[in-house]
DNA sequence: CAGTGGTCTAGACCACTTT
DNA sequence: AAGTGGTCTAGACCACTGA
């Protein structure tokens, strides 16, 4: 393979396989063809291909599965991957709280949510509000905000209610984008009246502000979360992950 | 080589390796042999050595520079290793706070202390409390606890004014202690008196609650950190790394 | 059983650093 | 120039999965 690329061979393929996933070629699920055949179709040597493959498993973008074969990450629940902090017992299980959409809303992005999401002034966006809900108490209060050019008809099967965030999911997997990085932001403040009316707590009760932005593996801001935590109780502990 | 060991040949190589850093065979900031050396010395091929070393460099327990060779990873200050949440300023840049340490104590652990560090009851701990000050405001009010018998001698020369933490990153060098993993907590909580006063806000301010025990590479507990940040100003970002 | 990914080896050559 | 880690290849064999 003639080289005029100065990245290593393993780079160039990562990315080339990369690119594949992203833009949908391969789609959520789908099984890779054999290592020696893609070796083959790439023009390199096996072992090259494994390590661009290594690269790809470490970023969660496939999948391997000895004696099965190689799959494209799919990511059917938001444990898997995207989300970001998680919350344990004091025993240290995972807790998996319900989930309640409030609202779900369409129109122009805010300043602050088209600086964040990268997107220019007056952009459409999703925005649903959602409480979590940890043994039958609203624990978390949480906004999050999706560039509507990411998620087209996003809004259009409106019923919050039942449908929790599934769709969402669903979506994602659709378009191709697979998340991979966040920036997060963590503060302290006092809970407002909105906040104190949905997590039933005080005005002025310190809450754990998260604000995240989540990036995609070709690079795209899709997500943008803000999350309020009630840490009153200290039966539960928060961990970024 | 024989093989009774199920484990991959390069994860017991990665083992063996990991044991001469944490034992102290190897200090930190020395050079290791040159890889086919040690290949030949453990009987594997240079391929599988490799394999061993990437793990330990993912670990950041060694350091390769090309050209030069490999090296123990050298912990020479906080921002190194060891820091597991930063403070950027709104530009984005990471910003340096000072150090002021006010207090050195030695005592036997309170039970939670013992609990944390997996300690026996009635251990000996070094306790250092100290405030983080950014732009000549006090921002930080942590309490460091370390298992006195991982530190020993620690807190004889006592002037804590002017030391900083220099002589800890010292002594986890010469003691063969490699931070890799951390446990970490996170709530907010209401400033309490004493908060009050080192940081300079009202009783009842919101403030950030870090957590976080520290674990080095023989998988001991070798500190135990309680922070509490004031992020009312919002003129910096917290985040976890 | 055939087909998959996982391990391990041996060796050639490249790129960087220091002498 | 000599020595180091980094890349790339080719091929043998093992371990797991599913028909």
């Given amino acids: 393979m003639r080289r005029p690329d100065a990245r290593p061979l393993y780079v160039q ?13 391969w789609r959520s699920g789908q099984v890779l063809p054999a290592e020696p055949e893609l070796a083959a179709e790439l023009g390199v040597s096996a072992g090259t291909l494994r390590r661009a493959l290594a690269g790809l498993e470490r970023r969660h973008l496939i999948q391997r599965r000895q004696g099965r074969g190689t799959y494209v990450a799919q990511q ?17 299980q995972p807790v998996e709280p319900e989930t309640l959409v409030t609202a779900l809303v369409t129109g122009p992005a805010t300043e602050e949510e088209a600086a964040r999401l990268r997107l220019a002034p007056g952009e459409e966006v999703h925005r649903i509000d959602r409480s979590r809900i940890f043994e039958g108490e609203p624990r ?18 409106l019923a919050p209610e039942q449908l929790g965030m ?37 005005i002025g009760t310190p809450l754990l502000l998260i604000e995240r932005v989540t990036f995609d593996a070709a690079g795209r801001a899709v997500e943008m979360r803000v999350s309020r935590l ?12």
Same sequence: chains 1, 2.
């Fill in 13 to 25: 393929v990562e990315a080339i396989l990369n690119e594949r996933i992203v833009s949908g070629s």
């Fill in 76 to 92: 059917t629940s938001e444990q898997a991957l995207g989300q970001f902090f998680r919350v344990r017992n004091l025993a240290g």
């Fill in 140 to 157: 978390i209060a949480e906004r999050i905000t999706l560039p509507a050019a990411l998620f087209p008809g996003f809004s259009l099967p």
């Fill in 166 to 202: 599934e769709i969402y999911v669903y979506y994602r997997n659709r378009h191709g984008i697979i998340v991979v990085r966040s920036d997060e932001k963590l503060s302290a403040i006092a809970a407002a009246e909105p906040d104190s009316a949905v997590l039933g707590c005080a």
């Fill in 230 to 241: 009630d840490t009153r109780a200290h039966r539960y502990a928060v961990e970024i992950v």
